[in-house]
């Protein structure tokens, strides 16, 4: 059973660029979000989804954009690299049944020079 | 002010010893609390869950919640040095759909 699957789980990025990271959950969750870990700070959340079609922002989405087209998968893009973007990033899931309990992914480290 | 504070330590400990890991909340819609485990270089994941007020017990953890307080506590007994980690609480209200609102995480170290 597979989980939450995260990729790529490094990258390195110059400011200005864009890219995507990507999401996948086999669990058949409704719940999925987005997370940045930075020291010092714990999990900040980004977006999140309740379901294929509908996101809302989070406390830190500036500088990022999702979209959910179906349950499985929830892509977090980042449209122009800032330094200050530099984090881990983790994707978690949860069923309606039990949304506070988050499945988390492995994480993404993200580096934007 | 932060709605959930944690002390991100560094804790150490020697193995057998009691710890004790504490958060505080301002919000007091908060209605679930979570205590996560990460691993370093690991997502986290849900070590215990509690609804409202009162203990929740397994094995060697043990949650409490006291809600009048706005205060929530893990206690590990007898810990391990596996119990190496970093600790964090969560905290989310009715209906919120899986947003979380996560303390700064403790960092614990258990000496052999």
């Known amino acids: 059973n597979a989980g939450v699957t995260q990729t790529p789980k490094f990258q390195v990025l110059k400011t200005g660029q864009s890219m995507t990271l990507q999401c996948a959950q086999d669990?058949?969750?409704?719940?999925m979000s987005w997370y940045r870990q930075d020291p010092g700070m714990g999990l900040r959340l980004i977006h999140y989804?309740?379901?294929?079609?509908?996101?809302d922002q989070g406390e830190v989405p500036n500088g990022y954009n999702v979209s959910r087209s179906t349950t499985e998968d929830f892509p977090l893009r980042l449209l122009s690299a800032a330094p200050s973007q530099t984090s881990v990033y983790f994707c978690?899931?949860?069923?309606?049944?039990?949304?506070?309990?988050?499945?988390f992914g492995s994480g993404t480290q993200l580096s934007v020079l | 002010q932060k709605e959930v504070e944690q002390d991100p330590g560094p804790l150490s400990v020697p193995e057998g010893a009691i710890v004790s890991l504490n958060c505080t909340y301002s919000?007091?819609?908060?209605?679930?609390f979570m205590w996560y485990r990460q691993y370093s270089r690991k997502g986290p994941e849900l070590l215990m869950y509690?609804?409202?007020?009162g203990n929740k017990e397994d094995g060697r953890f043990t949650a409490q919640v006291d809600k009048s307080s706005k205060y929530i506590s893990l206690f590990i007994r007898d810990s391990q040095p596996s119990d190496s980690a970093t600790y964090l609480c969560?905290?989310?209200?009715?209906?919120?759909?899986?947003?979380?609102?996560f303390g700064q995480g403790t960092e614990l170290s258990v000496k052999p």
């Open positions: 978690a899931s949860s069923s309606s049944r039990g949304y506070e309990k988050l499945f």
């Open positions: 669990m058949n969750h409704e719940y």
């Open positions: 989804s309740v379901g294929a079609g509908i996101t």
């Open positions: 919000n007091s819609a908060f209605q679930y």
């Open positions: 509690t609804y409202s007020s």
């Open positions: 969560a905290m989310s209200g009715y209906n919120q759909g899986g947003k979380l609102i």
